[in-house]
């Protein structure tokens, strides 16, 4: 693997340093792996991309903007007695953009956070609904507080979505919302679809971690050496076994 030479943080830099809602969850996860990424250019090794998810995420967001563009709740919404809206802003593709979506510029490190939405509602209050498109497979009920960690990932996910809509001036909600699709195997036969339910959770957020996070994840980019490896980290524990094989 060769060390990437782009998006290095650079300490002594006055231009804003882009750092993404994952990036941030990185940090969070492991600050050995985050420091290696941002400031050193040693990427993580990808997996394949989810192009199943991604297939049912462009066709959900073409599903709900025919509603955006008329005005009404999707029958979904209606279905689980959501009390909005899809939103609708000039900037909505621009949001939902890899590489662009929503941004802030945190003055206090320079740092310009961003986030690719999937979707936004607005209630009758004019308060912002952060929704957020996930797709899954399971015969068992869908329970996004049973304390997985890719779950936890999805509240925290909200949660700086809804810090970076306030922070651009909008009233946000508390309450996000899941548009769910289950892909449903108890079928006969494949016959070139998948069938998928479709159920709305709710989730209320609470973004006051995040301006920390944002702090602590700069000052971590600031340090001159890498942090430890964390205990619960993969990447690190394969690594380290590597080596002390290697080593020995």
Known sequence: MNIR?????????????KLSRSKIDSFLKCQCCFYLDRRLGVDQVQGPAF???????????KE?????EK??????????????IPFVHEKMDEWRENFKGVQYLHEPTNLLITGAIDDIWVDPKGKLLVVDYKSTSTTKE????????????????????QWL???????????????Y?????????????????????SHKGDRSWVEKAIVDAHKCLMGDSVPES?????????????????DS
């Open 142 to 161: 869908i329970d996004i507080n049973d304390g997985t960690p890719w779950k936890e990932a999805y509240k925290r996910q909200m949660e700086i979505y």
């Open 64 to 68: 709900f903007d025919v509603f955006r």
């Open 5 to 17: 030479i782009k998006n290095i943080f650079a300490p002594a830099s006055d231009k804003p340093y």
């Open 181 to 201: 699709v289950n892909a449903d195997t108890d079928q006969d036969a494949f016959d070139e679809k998948l069938v998928f339910d479709m159920q709305i959770i």
């Open 230 to 246: 964390s205990e619960e980290c993969e990447w690190c524990g394969y690594r380290d076994a590597a080596y002390s094989l290697i």
């Open 165 to 179: 809509l306030e922070k651009n001036g909008f009233k946000v909600s508390d309450t996000g919302y899941w548009v």
């Open 51 to 61: 192009t199943l998810n991604s297939a049912t995420d462009t066709l959900l967001k």
């Open 71 to 84: 005005g009404k709740p999707h029958p979904l919404m209606k279905m689980y007695k959501v009390d909005a």
